[in-house]
């Protein structure tokens, strides 16, 4: 098939689903055209998935490499606590994988987009040695109400939105779990008026310091109040990525949803270390590719 061939195959696999009207217009020309409602703010995020760093050809497939790709940039939004706009999506692909392999893995993004109400409002095709994709997307939030990182204040409680370790664990297993965006619990969160988050793609230990660095912090956390996911290990809920859950701190006057425990609080900064878990300095082994 040729480039403008599978364009059009996935303007005909975009109708129907979910189209926002902020949207004006989308697949077929040079750019899309979005016009924000009044009194918003837009945010925006953009991640790669990789073939061989992120998944292989054998562990997933083409829909849930797909699935997968929005999936990670959707948990940016839902951790500033955004409603979900619209999605840009450039995709590369070998010779080798040909149209079928495309359609499979808009059909995979389309699912995702559908369940969490985002328009595929454009992007980019080519050819490459592996798989590449790269999803940009947008958000809105009312002007000004975005959660930042930044926010933490000392005394403040922090929480996680679920249990831990499973994706790390099932990794383990050769057995990779798809990420489950918590889209509406930010949403949730955001207007309970929590004061910062984070999701957690990279692991606990490292994604609570980069919280802690913006906020200019220090945070405490213990290893028995942790929620730790069936056969997960407490070096898997800490250090192992991949779970997407958000890591958000609030004021102890929040009422906070019961399904989403309380894990430690915010204290002074204190020189070298921002984390402590059961009262010693906690190292940052989560994933981070330049280290």
């Keep these: 098939m040729r480039e403008t061939e599978i364009i059009e195959q996935i303007r005909r696999q975009t109708l129907g689903s979910h ?16 016009r924000p409602r009044a009194k918003e703010d837009l945010v925006f995020t953009s991640d790669f998935v990789l073939e061989d760093r992120h998944f292989t050809l054998q562990t997933h497939s ?3 490499i797909g699935e997968k790709a929005l999936a990670r940039s ?30 499979r893995f808009y059909q995979g993004l389309l699912r995702t987009a559908k369940c ?43 929480y996680v939105t ?67 996911s069936r056969r997960a290990t407490l070096d898997e809920a800490l250090h192992g990525g991949e779970d997407y859950e958000l890591l958000f701190t609030a004021p102890p006057k929040i009422k906070i949803p019961a399904n989403m425990p309380q894990i430690g609080i915010i204290t002074r900064q204190k020189p070298r270390h921002s984390v402590f878990l059961d009262g010693h300095p ?10």
Aim: charged fraction near 20%; charge should be positive.
């Design 19 to 34: 189209r926002d009207p902020t949207l004006i217009r989308g697949i077929g020309d040079d750019c899309a055209i979005i």
């Design 116 to 158: 969490h109400a985002i328009s595929l409002a454009g992007g980019d095709l080519s050819r490459f040695d592996k798989v590449i994709a790269d999803v940009t997307c947008c958000g809105r939030v009312p002007r000004g109400k975005a959660l930042l990182r930044s926010g933490a204040k000392v005394g403040h409680h922090i």
């Design 74 to 103: 959707l948990s940016d939004l839902a951790a500033m606590g955004a409603e979900p706009v619209f999605c840009l999506v450039s995709l590369a692909v070998p010779a080798n994988l040909g149209g079928a392999f495309v359609k």
């Design 162 to 228: 679920g249990k831990l370790g499973a994706a790390a664990h099932a990794l383990s297993a050769g057995k990779p779990i798809l990420p489950n965006p918590r889209i509406s619990a930010g949403v949730a969160l955001r207007k309970l008026g929590i004061s910062a988050a984070i999701d957690i793609s990279d692991g606990l230990s490292l994604d609570l310091a980069r919280l802690c660095d913006a906020s200019k912090v220090s945070a405490a956390i213990a290893s028995s109040s942790l929620p730790l």
């Design 282 to 291: 906690l190292q940052s082994k989560g994933f981070d590719h330049f280290a």
């Design 62 to 64: 083409p829909a849930a």
